[in-house]
């Protein structure tokens, strides 16, 4: 049983340019969470899909986007990037709309030069 | 609007040691509170996870109890092992449809 899969591992980015991540949640699960990570820090919410709509968003601005298909995997994209989106992005997946137990995948470093 | 912490930041302790984490959250109406290990670059592995309605979870040596009252919870690891050397973070979801609120996480290190 395949867990939570993301790619890539690591991708290097130059400022104002786009990143494309993607996510493959847990065999079973229907919704899809986002996180970035800043070194140190814990994870912030950025928003969830879950019957390919965005459901709910944290405090992100307009510059990050997502997007989930059918098969339940979704992208993150994020345009214009900053220095400052330098991050871990952490993809969850869970059963079923509702507070309910969130599996990680292994995370992208995106690092914007 | 809820808010995580976690004491201490940083933990060092020798190999056998017994040892307890803290998890603080200022909204007591949350949903479910569930404990995390983070290795150095890698992912969240969830650990236990409590429901409101319960009082604490058990796994091996780990042992989580929830508070609600007091807005507190504790993440118990029994006879510690260099392994356990992690960052621990909690997160706490409040009601149905609320994102996950993230602790800041303690950093663990077990001296063999």
């Known amino acids: 049983d395949a867990g939570v899969t993301q790619s890539p591992t690591h991708l290097i980015k130059t400022r104002g340019q786009q990143v494309t991540l993607r996510c493959s949640p847990k065999?079973?699960?229907?919704?899809v969470s986002w996180y970035q990570q800043a070194l140190g820090q814990g994870p912030q919410f950025i928003f969830q899909?879950?019957?390919?709509?965005?459901?709910q968003r944290g405090n992100f601005p307009d510059r990050f986007s997502g997007h989930q298909f059918p098969n339940y995997s979704s992208e993150l994209n994020v345009n214009a990037l900053l220095l400052g989106d330098s991050a871990l992005y952490l993809c969850a997946s869970s059963a079923g709309w509702g507070p309910n137990e969130q599996y990680f995948g292994p995370g992208t470093r995106l690092t914007v030069t | 609007k809820q808010e995580v912490t976690q004491i201490p930041a940083a933990l060092s302790v020798p190999e056998g040691e017994n040892l307890v984490l803290n998890c603080s959250f200022t909204?007591?109406?949350?949903?479910?509170l569930q404990w995390f290990r983070q290795d150095p670059g890698k992912g969240l592995t969830s650990l236990l996870l409590?429901?409101?309605?319960?009082r604490e979870q058990t796994s091996g040596r780990l042992n989580a109890s929830l508070d609600k009252s007091s807005g507190r919870s504790t993440l118990y690891i029994a006879a510690s092992q260099p392994g356990d050397s992690a960052t621990y973070l909690c997160?706490?979801?409040?009601?149905?449809?609320?994102?996950?609120?993230f602790g800041p996480g303690t950093s663990l290190s077990v001296i063999p």
């Open positions: 065999s079973g699960h229907d919704t």
């Open positions: 409590i429901q409101s309605s319960q």
């Open positions: 997160a706490a979801l409040k009601t149905s449809y609320d994102k996950v609120i």
């Open positions: 909204d007591s109406a949350i949903y479910n």
């Open positions: 899909y879950y019957e390919e709509e965005e459901r």
